[in-house]
């Protein structure tokens, strides 16, 4: 087992996140990710992490989001409110189970650029209220576009995340 005593616990971002990353690196192992649909999914990644003194990535995909905010809210904008709630719930609850969590967004492709755009809202807000971004990462998932179109489109979307000490994950060229 890795000892992580040294990191910091609850969710991670900016300087916190390269530690925890150049820390994986150096140590040779992975930090695992997991799509969340719930708290409780959320909890019962947070309970395995703590027992087995894990770093762990708690993801929010689209779908996942819509499924946290639950098909009674009729909200164009469910996907989002999902994800920002489930955001929320783990920055409420992780530093109570001793481990490093990177919070991050799953595959969003062009067509889901207004799910993007909501979290980003949602960052910008939380980073103006204390100091650090809700999401510790986003990804975009681009490979479906020209490469010139993704990259301009990952670097419109980064000068803004860049601010916050957002990490931006790309997919580029084929991935299917």
């Given amino acids: 087992m890795t000892d992580i005593s040294d990191m910091p616990v609850g969710v991670v971002t900016g ?40 770093p762990v990535m708690i993801q929010a995909s689209n779908g996942g989001g819509a499924f946290v905010a639950g098909k009674g809210i009729g909200n164009p904008d469910a996907a989002a409110i999902g994800a920002v709630a489930l955001a929320l719930h783990v920055r409420a609850v992780a530093p109570y189970y ?19 755009d909501k979290m980003l809202e949602a960052n910008e807000e939380y980073f103006a209220q204390y100091g650090e971004p809700l999401f ?5 998932d681009l490979s479906e576009e020209p490469d ?8 419109k979307y980064f000068e803004r995340m860049h601010k916050m000490k957002i990490w931006l994950e790309m997919e580029i060229g084929i991935t299917g």
Avoid: Q
């Avoid at 001793?98 to 993007?116: I, N, R």
């Fill in 15 to 54: 300087d916190n996140l390269l530690k925890l990353l150049s820390h994986a690196r150096e140590n040779s192992y992975a930090i695992p990710a997991f799509n969340c649909t719930s708290s409780s999914t959320a909890n019962a990644v947070l309970e395995a992490a703590k027992k087995n003194n894990s």
């Fill in 136 to 140: 510790s990462s986003h990804m975009l």
């Fill in 98 to 116: 001793g481990v490093p969590v990177v919070l991050h967004s799953d595959h969003c492709a062009k067509k889901l650029l207004p799910w993007f």
């Fill in 148 to 155: 010139e179109d993704n990259i301009a489109i990952c670097k």
